[in-house]
């Protein structure tokens, strides 16, 4: 699955290596349609790639029907094709951030094969197909995966042309390592390109190996990036003059240097995501670190290339004054081939582990056994009319530490027998825990989702009936009713939207109070204080279903709809 690996006696036999990818694959794609979206990418990117489906434009994104120049449409065009083929629904808006993450697991076990040997570049891959923050971000859908991906394959592809033995062997390398950055650029932005050039510069400086520019095809490589990048921006620009500014200056510039997204955090905010995210391997990062530092010198250093990739991707974020949990997750292929290079070293000739190998494991197995002790006071054993929904999800996590708890002991016990199974066992351990604790986030995710309201009224409501989304952006629930909403006062992030059409929305409680009144076919979305505020002031309204978080009133006027309307989503 992960290269070639009929030369190296020390791994798993191929056979066993097929069953284990295919069971594998089979999990990491038949859980994406378990869960309902979530707010607020999920919901959102996948609503605006069916906005992009019913109206036919796949140049301009548009959000609620409002102008959503966030971010490139690489992505929206990747969902809007899997809506075609396939139909409008959950797993299809989850796959391209699936696919392009599972490809990027046999990618970085196929390049550190190149460069280390079979049995470095299977570990790279296990490590990295066992990382929970990759798992999860593999599994949600938003625009994290899909840009981490290419900007791995960038990097794979940079460090696969500098050990090219052959010119044309690095330029085509080279070549790809670029296309892949204009992928990347068109997946969330100009970060595609300067974190790759960063990196560089960081690197040249601390190995002093100004050479590799001259292995760059730096000419040829930008007329291929611009190729693939230009005529989408050069076509949003003349399309919609507001374009250059919002997207170049506030959603670059000011997203990194001011709070404008409301995003802050302290400059230690990655490091537990950091810890978490990478934790069946993180004991042997420092080895990985000091190993590729006395290989920095001399000639090109891929595993000094790899620490300062991992190294300038999270201090850059760590910095910025907009932070998200997604944004460190181009560092965990970096991370994964520094351990399979680390950890081929230290198999040797023997495939045994070193003691520090068995302390790690059965500190895993020990830690699975505190929570799962824990839980048993939080509801776990709670009777059936008593459970909750947090009582619920903690029967999920149950199941996950006790699979922790048993592939970790293996693990341990396999460390001083065989190397290689020990690995395999503890990258099997945590990668169903993460597979079994992110699907049954489903258990809180449902309510948040607003899926079961939209089933409940999506026939009831008339397809020409306007429905105004009162101070709310919800983002779930226009996906799951197939619907667009009028926005009133409060337009969260689509402000840009409604400032370039103002037309198109209510700029004020009063002004919502008047076309109410005028329209006697509205409908409307509010949470219940909202409700409460519209009735003491007399507005005339009836309710037609609500949840724990949301409801849906009517105009008084507006007759039942017994009929289904005609959809308009698909």
Not at 84 to 109: M, S
Not at 167 to 172: C, F, P, Q, V
Not at 305 to 327: D, E, H, N, Q, T
Not at 407 to 426: C, E, K
Request: charged letters at 15%; a neutral charge.
């Amino acid at each position: 699955m992960f290269g070639p690996i009929n030369k190296t006696p020390a791994l798993l036999a191929p056979v066993g290596i097929l069953i284990l990818g295919a069971l594998y694959a089979l999990l990491w794609f038949g859980s994406l349609d378990y869960r309902h979206l979530i707010p607020s990418d999920e919901g959102r990117y996948a609503e605006i790639a069916r906005e992009m489906l019913v109206s036919g434009d796949w140049i301009s994104p548009r959000y609620h029907d409002y102008k959503y120049f966030f971010k490139p449409p690489l992505q929206l065009w990747a969902t809007v094709i899997a809506f075609d083929w396939f139909g409008v629904g959950e797993w299809q808006a989850r796959l391209w951030g699936a696919l392009t993450g599972f490809l990027t697991i046999l990618f970085v076990g196929y390049t550190s094969t190149r460069l280390d040997g079979p049995r470095a570049g299977w570990i790279a891959a296990v490590a990295l197909a066992a990382s929970p923050m990759w798992i999860i971000s593999g599994h949600v859908n938003s625009l994290d995966m899909a840009l981490s991906a290419f900007l791995a394959s960038a990097l794979c592809a940079l460090l696969l042309a500098q050990d090219s033995k052959t010119s044309a062997s690095t330029r085509s390398w080279m070549l790809l390592c670029w296309a892949f950055m204009a992928l990347a650029t068109l997946s969330k932005g100009l970060i595609g390109a300067a974190l790759p050039t960063l990196v560089l510069i960081a690197y040249s400086l601390s190995a002093w190996d100004w050479r590799i520019w001259k292995r760059l095809h730096i000419v040829s490589g930008l007329l291929l990036f611009f190729a693939i990048t230009a005529p989408w921006f050069i076509v949003m620009s003349i399309r919609h003059p507001e374009f250059f500014e919002f997207f170049f200056i506030h959603e670059h510039f000011e997203r990194f240097t001011q709070d404008t997204h409301r995003r802050p955090g302290p400059v230690y905010f990655f490091v537990p995501l950091l810890l978490a995210g990478f934790l069946p391997f993180l004991f042997q990062l420092p080895g990985a670190v000091a190993q590729a530092w006395k290989s920095r010198q001399g000639h090109f250093s891929s595993g000094w290339m790899l620490v300062c990739w991992f190294v300038i991707i999270f201090a850059f974020f760590s910095v910025s004054r907009s932070k998200l949990p997604g944004y460190i997750i181009p560092i965990f292929p970096a991370l994964a081939m520094l351990v399979g290079r680390y950890l081929d070293r230290q198999l040797g000739q023997t495939n045994v582990l070193p003691i520090s190998w068995i302390l790690q494991t059965g500190c895993f197995a020990l830690v699975g056994f505190i929570g799962f002790f824990f839980l048993s006071f939080v509801g776990v054993q709670a009777q059936p009319d008593e459970i909750t929904a947090y009582a619920e999800y903690t029967q999920w996590i149950a199941v996950a530490l006790v699979v922790l708890i048993f592939f970790s002991s293996v693990a341990a016990w396999q460390a001083r027998r065989n190397g290689i199974t020990s690995i395999a066992s503890l990258a099997i351990g945590f990668y169903l825990t993460s597979m079994i604790a992110g699907t049954g986030h489903e258990t809180l995710g449902r309510a948040v989702s607003g899926v079961d309201l939209a089933n409940r009224v999506r026939n009831v409501i008339p397809a020409d009936a306007p429905i105004y989304s009162v101070r709310i952006l919800d983002h779930t629930l226009p996906f799951y009713l197939g619907r667009t909403m009028i926005m009133v006062e409060f337009p969260d992030e689509l402000q840009f939207g409604v400032d370039q059409e103002p037309e198109r929305w209510a700029p004020t409680l009063n002004d919502f109070i008047e076309r109410w009144k005028a329209q006697p076919n509205a409908y409307a979305l509010m949470v219940p204080s909202q409700y409460a505020e519209l009735e003491r002031l007399g507005l005339p309204m009836e309710i037609v279903d609500r949840d724990s978080r949301r409801m849906i009133v009517k105009h008084p006027s507006v007759a039942a709809n017994p009929i289904p309307p005609r959809s308009t989503n698909r």
